[in-house]
């Protein structure tokens, strides 16, 4: 069973969502809040954390920019899923930068929505073409210099292999398989490559990855299709 908290300060969107998601048997609302203070003050009480939370941006009190910041500095295992009516290359990028393992907006299809969360659980993020591209052209930019891996960071073959299939949005068990490899070993690859490049979870890696071309993203490189 997923588990899943929702912070939003609109409360009939968020009785919606709750009352959506009853219907769906994998998934439980464990926390509904009205703003990113009200969340905090819940997790804190709470004896098991959710698995992923959706997430508002525009709250009230602490809004879920600054909400961000502290769950990646407190619950980093806790994915969050954006949900917000704001669109833009800045607000995608912000909360990207701050771990979001998936950006959606308010309007999506309950379905997409539903698949979204799955694919969070199953392999740390889930980000969708307009996301991507986003990403992709803020890194195009002419005025953003190329960077560089940090000095005395090497990734094997083997690490560089399995970074480019987890940026490919394979599972552990798929990648196991492709590789010939127990998932054990696929889970202590990827925690070396978490510790090595300093990232709090699997959406940090991979945009770690695509920032320092890590991995080949794109038509002709085979990722993100």
């Known amino acids: 069973m997923i588990q899943l908290a929702i912070a939003d300060d609109e409360a009939l969107f968020r009785k919606g969502m709750m009352a959506l998601i009853q219907d769906w048997p994998d998934m439980h609302v464990l926390l509904d809040a009205q703003d ?4 905090l003050e819940q997790l804190r009480q709470a004896g098991n954390l959710p698995d992923v939370l959706l997430l508002d941006l525009n709250m009230p009190r602490l809004n879920g920019i600054e909400t961000a910041k502290i769950i990646r500095e407190t619950y980093p295992e806790l994915k969050i899923v954006v949900l917000s009516t704001y669109f833009s290359n800045a607000f995608v990028l912000k909360m990207i930068e701050l771990g979001a393992a998936a950006y959606l907006p308010k309007n999506s ?19 969708s073409r307009p ?7 803020n890194l195009q930019q002419k005025s953003k210099p190329k960077l560089r ?9 083997r690490e560089l292999e399995i970074l480019q299939l987890i940026c490919e949005e394979y599972t552990t068990a798929e990648i196991a398989e492709k590789l010939y490899i127990s ?3 696929v889970d202590g690859h990827r925690n070396n490559l978490l510790e090595k490049l ?14 320092h071309e890590l991995v ?10």
């Open 109 to 127: 299809d309950p379905a997409e929505m539903r698949q979204t969360i799955l694919e969070v659980v199953a392999n740390g993020f889930s980000y």
């Open 216 to 225: 080949r993203v794109g038509p002709d490189g085979g990722g993100f299709s």
């Open 36 to 39: 990113g203070e009200d969340l």
């Open 131 to 137: 996301v991507l591209e986003i990403i992709r052209q």
């Open 198 to 211: 300093d990232c709090k979870n699997v959406a940090g890696l991979v945009v770690y990855a695509i920032q």
């Open 183 to 185: 998932p054990r070993t």
């Open 149 to 157: 891996m940090p000095f005395g960071i090497e990734l094997t073959g």
